[in-house]
């Protein structure tokens, strides 16, 4: 009986410890960064800028609001490296999702300290897409063959770097572009999220954030960012910066 007993209490701690925790986050609109709309070019400068004024004081995180259904590989590999080099002088990173974290958003995702989303925000990890204009050569086709298929071990890499999932269940997902609900995604992938919930607060207050991309021009999520076909994003991954 007593060994039943302490069976039992073993198994609550250890189902509780699995669980996503159920404290609020409240964001802080003075260290605050919105992607909200595609990854692209225009933005990587003003995000860079904002970083290095944020990266002064390490005591606090910064807040990165994640809004956005990806974009270019280039512009948010830049991103990256600059959150990286900060993350090693001491700076952390509170990512959020709010909306949709697809595509070239969802890596970014991959390089934060903390992540918190909305229950039914969507996310999306998939292959590398190249939007090619002009003539289509065989020697031109091999070359994006082969570019396309290091992007995409580059992109595994973060994946199994940093999701708590086995490799052959990320390839699958990778390869048939699973379209993800963050509440479903807590149980397949236990303790990649913080929180997960609808007690976020300022996740919607952009009026006093530090800097909200979607006043750098281009399209938000609100105007028709997102394309839908038979329920998958289209979502314009380029390995040259070029298109959305």
């Given at each position: ?21 159920l ?20 933005i ?66 991959l ?8 229950p ?70 236990p ?52 298109g959305?």
């Amino acid at each position: 009986m007593m060994g039943q007993i302490i069976l039992a209490i073993v198994s609550f701690f250890t189902m509780a410890a699995s669980t996503v925790a159920l404290s609020e986050v409240t964001l802080n609109p003075s260290r605050t960064i919105v992607i909200n709309g595609p990854i692209t070019g225009n933005i990587v400068g003003p995000i860079s800028d904002a970083l290095d004024k944020l990266a002064k004081d390490k005591s606090q995180p910064v807040d990165l609001v994640i809004a956005s259904p990806g974009g270019s590989v280039v512009a948010g590999y830049l991103i990256i490296d600059k959150m990286e080099a900060l993350r090693n002088s001491g700076v952390k990173f509170r990512c959020t999702v709010r909306q949709v974290a697809a595509s070239m958003a969802f890596q970014m995702l991959l390089h934060c300290d903390e992540r918190n989303t909305t229950p039914y925000a969507f996310l999306l990890w998939h292959p590398v897409r190249i939007f090619f204009q002009g003539a289509l050569t065989a020697d031109v086709a091999k070359i994006a063959a082969a570019q396309l298929k290091d992007t995409d071990e580059i992109i595994r890499a973060d994946l199994y770097a940093s999701l708590p999932m086995k490799k052959a269940i990320i390839d699958w997902h990778f390869t048939n572009e699973t379209l993800h609900h963050a509440k479903s995604l807590v149980t397949s992938c236990p303790g990649f999220f913080n929180y997960v919930g609808i007690g976020i607060g300022n996740l919607y207050n952009d009026s006093d954030v530090v800097l909200n991309t979607a006043e750098l021009g281009g399209f938000s999520l609100q105007s028709g960012g997102m394309v839908y076909i038979h329920e998958r994003f289209i979502v314009g991954n380029t390995i040259d910066g070029k298109g959305n």
